[in-house]
C-alpha cells in the first residue's frame, strides 16, 4: 500500500534537548508539549520561542490541551484554546495540535470550527481525541468538512499495529484530502510493517528512555519522579538513538 511519496516523521518531544535531537536527525517535525506521560499539555511560551529558535528545517507544531482527562471542554477551556492558538502563532509555530469533543463525546463541530480558524493560515492537527471519539466514520468526516491539515490516531488501539485496519481505511476515504499519521508504539522495528499495512506517508512516535533519579535518602521518602517511570528512574527524555533509527528505517 505504500508509494513512492517520501515518509515525514514527527516525534514528540517536552523540552529544548528533544527538539535539538529530532532536528539534529531530520525529523519532519515535532510536537511539542510537556507531561507527556499524561498524555501531553499546552507547553509555556518561552518553551515554544526557544523551540522555534532552535529547529533548523524540522517544522515546530505545538500541543495545544488545557488539562488532562477527556476532550470535553467548558467554555472557558475552549477560550483558553483558542487564545493558546493564538499565542503559538505569534511565536512562530508551524502548526498546532488539538481536539474537541461534545458532551456526547462526538468531534464537536463548532468548537474545532472555531479553532480552526483561529488556526487559519497554520497546519492544524486533529490529535487522538479522535481515538476515544463516539463515532469515528461521522468524526472523520467532520474533520475533512473542516479542514484539518492531518488527524493523528493510533487506529482507537492501543497499538498501531492493532489499529492498523481502521488506519488503512481512513487512508482510502481521505483520498488525499487530510493527512492520516499513524502512532501508538511505532519503533524503528516496526516502521516499514505500519507503512505497508495503513499506507500512510506521516508517523508520529514519542521515542523516550528513562532518566536516573537521585539516589534515595535514608530519611525522606518524598519524591517527585514522573509516575510512569521504572523504580530508581526519574522521568523520560527523548532517545537520540532511537530517533534517528525511527528516521532511517521510514527513509529506507
Known amino acids: 500500500m505504500t508509494d513512492a511519496q517520501p515518509v515525514r516523521v514527527e516525534i514528540a518531544v517536552e523540552n529544548l534537548a528533544g527538539v535539538r535531537i529530532a532536528d539534529a536527525a531530520g525529523a519532519s517535525r515535532v510536537e511539542l508539549g510537556t507531561g507527556l506521560s499524561g498524555g501531553g499539555l499546552t507547553p509555556s511560551a518561552a518553551l515554544i520561542e526557544a523551540a522555534v529558535g532552535a529547529v533548523t528545517d524540522t517544522e515546530v507544531h505545538v500541543l495545544i490541551r488545557p488539562r488532562t482527562g477527556d476532550f470535553r471542554y467548558a467554555p472557558e477551556e475552549i477560550e483558553l484554546i483558542r487564545t493558546d492558538i493564538e499565542w503559538a502563532r505569534r511565536l512562530g509555530a508551524h502548526g498546532v495540535v488539538f481536539g474537541v ?8 463541530r463548532a468548537a474545532n470550527a472555531e479553532l480552526r480558524a483561529a488556526a487559519d493560515g497554520m497546519q492544524a492537527t486533529f490529535h487522538r481525541a479522535f481515538d476515544i471519539c463516539t463515532d469515528p466514520y461521522s468524526g472523520f468526516d467532520t474533520l475533512l468538512e473542516l ?6 490516531t493510533s487506529g482507537r488501539q492501543l497499538s498501531v499495529l492493532d489499529g492498523a485496519p481502521l488506519i488503512a481505511r481512513l487512508v482510502n476515504l481521505a483520498a488525499g484530502r487530510i493527512d492520516v499519521m499513524a502512532c501508538g508504539g511505532l519503533r524503528a ?5 505500519v507503512l505497508e499495512l495503513t499506507g500512510v506517508r506521516d508517523l508520529h512516535a514519542a521515542v523516550r528512555l528513562p532518566v536516573p533519579g537521585l539516589p534515595p535518602q535514608p530519611d525522606n521518602e518524598v519524591s517527585f519522579a514522573e509516575s510512569s517511570v521504572p523504580t530508581g528512574f526519574d522521568h523520560f527524555a527523548t532517545d537520540p538513538a532511537g530517533v534517528a533509527a525511527l528516521i532511517e528505517a521510514a527513509a529506507n
Open 189 to 193: 522495528d516496526n516502521a516499514r510493517r
Open 101 to 108: 469533543l461534545d458532551a456526547d463525546g462526538n468531534v464537536d
Open 147 to 152: 479542514g484539518f491539515t492531518r488527524l493523528l
